[in-house]
Structures are given as C-alpha cells and as structure tokens.
C-alpha cells in the first residue's frame, strides 16, 4: 500500500474552509483529482469554490443553477471538472456522464460525495474529509500520497488542529 500524508486542519468559518481550498488549488495542475467527502452542508461545494479560485476561475463569475448538476466546469488556468456524485450509484453512473473520460486528462476534478464512486478514483487522488464540529466548526483532514509530498508545504501556515497530526507517514 502507498504510504499517505495527512494534514488535520481546523476551520471556524466558510472563508477559512475557502482559504484552505484556495491554497490547495493553488499548486494543483493538469491531472489532479480532489476527492470530498462529508455530510451534507459540511462544505463541501465551499471548498471547491475555493480550489476552483486558487486555480485562476474567477468567483465572481461563478453561476449557481437552481436545478441541480450532476457536473459543472469552470475555466481557470486548467478546466475545472467539478462533480457531485450525491445521486450517482458507483462507477457506471460515473462513466455515463463522461467521467472516467475526464478524470486524469489535462483538467482538474474534484468530486463531491467522491466515497460513492471510490472505485474510480485514481492513487494519486487527493482526499480531503470534512467532520462537522459544531455550527461553523469543521475539521478538515487531507491525505495525499507520499509521491505528492511537495503538497505538504501548502497546508503548513493554515490552522493545524494539533501540531502532532500536521504530518505522519
Ligand atoms: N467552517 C465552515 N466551513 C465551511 N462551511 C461552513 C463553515 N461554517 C459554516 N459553514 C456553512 O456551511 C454550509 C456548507 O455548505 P456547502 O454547500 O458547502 O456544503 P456541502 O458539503 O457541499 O453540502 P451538500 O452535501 O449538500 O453538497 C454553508 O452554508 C457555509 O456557509
Ligand atoms: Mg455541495
């Protein structure tokens, strides 16, 4: 099994969870998948505002459709294929809205409810879970594997929850 670095962050608002998101976006390119998980209204969509931002899409450009989409993109530095797989059943489903074409590729992916369609997710997938802590509390943990360690350095000046878990192999 690959070995993982895992980062436990502390967030006590959505623009802390934004910042988080932002700074990962900022050093992910061509290929990158970024794996959500969490329960609904954990956060989920907020984080990936803020990736698709550290990425260059402009938020302010962003156009929240009231009927609900299984995929969205944006254009950044890379296309942004975001998904949410909440109404998918497995890795079928996912191909059938192109997935498995896009996944990889020259875009970046990140994929809400992503422990539904795990199967597809390729290992250097970075994952991030969300817990809910309390109204505004959350506590994000990132992993990622060990041939991405340079990612490490993106997360050292956010809020660790506690200085034992900011790295261990
Ligand atoms: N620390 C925090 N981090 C992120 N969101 C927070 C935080 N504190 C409060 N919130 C609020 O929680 C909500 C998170 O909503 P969001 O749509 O991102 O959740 P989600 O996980 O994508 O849900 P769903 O499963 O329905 O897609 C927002 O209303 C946000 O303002
Ligand atoms: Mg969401």
Redesign the pocket.
């Known amino acids: 099994m690959t070995q993982t670095v895992r980062h436990v962050l502390a967030?006590?608002?959505?623009g802390?969870?934004i910042a988080a998101g932002v700074a990962l976006g900022s050093v992910l390119g061509p290929g990158d998948v970024v794996a959500l998980t969490?329960e609904?209204?954990?956060?989920?969509?907020?984080f990936t505002k803020g990736v698709a931002a550290g990425l260059g899409f402009e938020l302010s450009n962003l156009v929240t459709s009231p009927t609900y989409k299984v995929l969205n993109q944006y254009q950044g530095r890379v296309t942004i294929n975001h998904f949410?797989a909440?109404r998918l059943n497995g890795p079928g489903d996912f191909a059938d809205i192109g997935g498995d074409d896009l996944l990889g590729g020259t875009s970046v992916s990140v994929i809400?409810w992503a422990e539904r369609v795990a199967q597809v997710l390729p290992p250097w997938t970075v994952t991030v879970v969300?817990q809910v802590l309390s109204?505004?509390?959350?506590e994000l943990e990132i992993t990622f594997p060990e041939s991405r360690k340079e990612l490490a350095g993106v997360f050292a000046g956010l809020s660790p929850r506690d200085s034992e878990s900011r790295s261990s192999k």
Do not use: M
Not at 11 to 14: C, E
Not at 40 to 46: A, I, R
Not at 135 to 138: A, Y
């Open positions: 967030s006590n608002s959505a802390e969870t969490g609904l209204g954990s956060g989920k969509t907020v949410d909440y809400e969300i109204s505004s509390g959350r």
